[in-house]
């Protein structure tokens, strides 16, 4: 499949207008604008054409959401997430999701850090930190779809993360994990560790897991350092 940010948009809105769920025939430019007008959006039908010929490559939050809603799939769908909306489902922008992955990022992120990354990348445009404040603080909640895969590229999340709770909580699960390992200096020891594995025999390799496992046992812990602590004596 075509990357995210590289033609995934235009190719996903062409391939739904020329299958469209649960339909026969091709889902016209102006059938598809109508459709958008009839659930309260507004979109033309020229302007739909630019997105499919990936003549015009991004769309606002709203715009992506219009589109999903009109076609009867996931908005996630345009950015490599699911297709498939679940029974009674109404996904939408996440309000809180850019909060939340500064809060569980690695240090002290402020928003000119990560504006300063994105824009010096460049493989998604530019974004001020201005900006990124109005995102955190719900004064904006109307991104364009490059400033929605630069924030997720920064975070090292999926795109979809910013329209699917279902993907979200997953993805915060794990975050957390890793938030976890960091504060107990385990990402910092296994980093160190596999510098090490080249010169490390077989044995101290099998010695190395079983104390990471023993330490993680209840009870187990304690009893591994009272027999350490007797061998040495």
Not at 35 to 62: F, V, W
Not at 223 to 233: M, N, T, V, Y
Request: hydrophobic content about 40%; aromatic content about 8%.
């Amino acid at each position: 499949m075509t990357r995210v940010g590289e033609g995934l948009f235009a190719a996903v809105l062409d391939d739904l207008c020329r299958h469209p769920p649960g339909r026969r025939r091709r889902l016209s430019n102006v059938e598809l604008s109508a459709a958008i007008r009839d659930r309260g959006g507004d979109m033309g039908h020229a302007y739909i054409a630019q997105l499919r010929k990936g003549q015009k490559d991004n769309p606002t939050r709203q715009a992506i959401e219009d589109l999903a809603g009109a076609l009867d799939v996931h908005p996630a769908y345009f950015v490599g997430g699911r297709r498939q909306l679940a029974e009674g489902e109404a996904p939408h922008w996440r309000h809180d999701a850019l909060r939340t992955l500064f809060e569980t990022a690695h240090g002290t992120v402020s928003p000119e850090d990560v504006a300063s990354a994105i824009s010096a990348n460049g493989r998604f445009g530019s974004i001020s930190a201005s900006y990124i404040r109005e995102l955190l603080n719900g004064v904006s909640d109307n991104p364009r779809l490059k400033h929605i895969l630069g924030l997720s590229e920064h975070f090292d999340v999926p795109p979809a993360y910013f329209f699917d709770d279902r993907l979200a909580r997953w993805v915060d699960s794990e975050r957390a994990d890793l938030v976890q390992l960091r504060e107990l200096g385990v990402v910092e020891f296994v980093t160190r560790l596999a510098g090490k594995v080249p010169e490390l025999s077989q044995q101290t390799r099998r010695a190395t897991i079983q104390a990471i496992a023993d330490a993680l046992e209840p009870g187990k812990y304690e009893g591994w350092f009272i027999r350490r602590d007797q061998e040495s004596r």
